[in-house]
């Protein structure tokens, strides 16, 4: 069955701190992996990686997709309280995305 | 551009009555796809619908559950006889075609979902 794994669960940080989420995968047919933002509302989309080894960056997030061991991380260098949110990871193929549970991050004044 | 366009927002069913959700995609785009997020749990795919045909209704549960997307209208998700492991945010997401993750594609816009609450 395929599988995404998000760790940790939840995180707290204070604002200017440095965190990395985790994401693993188990997936048949691997297209890419995408990283999206969910704060209340709709998720929004913050990267799709679909090559190992290669940092794709947007101001203070980046990410990097390592397809050998089956892993990608997703880096937000000095966190803000903006950052607070459920960080989801999925991976696609064909027309489907398959979710992991997410990381709820939230970052303290 | 108004984006996915999903309503209602929010919704309460009592147990066995019916609960129709609707999504209207982007302008211009013509292929649908329904995710369900259940509390504590990730976004899981339902169906992806193109206009008048179901492509892929393979997260669809087996019964109660159906989905449509009309030539004219929105796509509409339909959960008959609703039970209150249903109450979930149903998520819809459009494409202006269809969609192979990873070929210079980046995914799809999702819109802001539908909450429902079984009663």
């Known amino acids: 069955e395929d599988k995404v794994v998000q760790s940790p669960l939840s995180l707290v940080v204070h604002e200017g701190d440095t965190v990395t989420l985790n994401c693993s995968y188990e997936?048949?047919?691997?297209?890419?992996l995408l990283w999206y933002k969910q704060e209340k509302k709709a998720p929004t989309f913050l990267f799709m990686l679909?090559?190992?080894?290669i940092e794709k960056k947007s101001g203070r997030l980046s990410s990097i997709l390592d397809k050998k061991e089956l892993f990608s991380i997703l880096n937000i260098t000095a966190t803000q309280t903006g950052d607070s949110a459920i960080y989801l990871c999925?991976?696609?193929?064909?027309?489907?995305?398959?979710f992991g549970a997410g990381t709820i991050l939230r970052v303290k004044s | 551009n108004a984006g996915v366009m999903q309503n209602p927002r929010h919704l309460v069913r009592r147990r066995g009555q019916e609960a129709r959700l609707r999504c209207s995609p982007m302008?211009?785009?013509?292929?649908v796809y329904w995710y369900r997020q259940l509390p504590e749990e990730g976004l899981k795919f339902m169906v992806y619908?193109?206009?008048?045909?179901?492509?892929?209704e393979s997260g669809m549960p087996k019964e109660r559950f159906s989905a449509e997307f009309p030539k004219e209208g929105p796509s509409i998700l339909r959960i008959q006889q609703v039970v209150r492991g249903d109450s979930a945010a149903y998520f819809c997401?459009?494409?202006?075609?269809?969609?192979?993750?990873?070929?210079?594609?980046?995914?799809?816009?999702f819109g802001s979902g539908t909450r429902l609450t079984v009663v």
């Open positions: 999925a991976v696609g193929y064909g027309n489907k995305l398959v």
């Open positions: 619908l193109q206009k008048e045909n179901i492509i892929d």
């Open positions: 997936v048949t047919n691997f297209r890419s």
């Open positions: 679909t090559s190992s080894g």
């Open positions: 302008k211009g785009h013509s292929h």
């Open positions: 997401a459009s494409s202006p075609s269809q969609i192979i993750m990873g070929q210079g594609s980046y995914g799809y816009t």
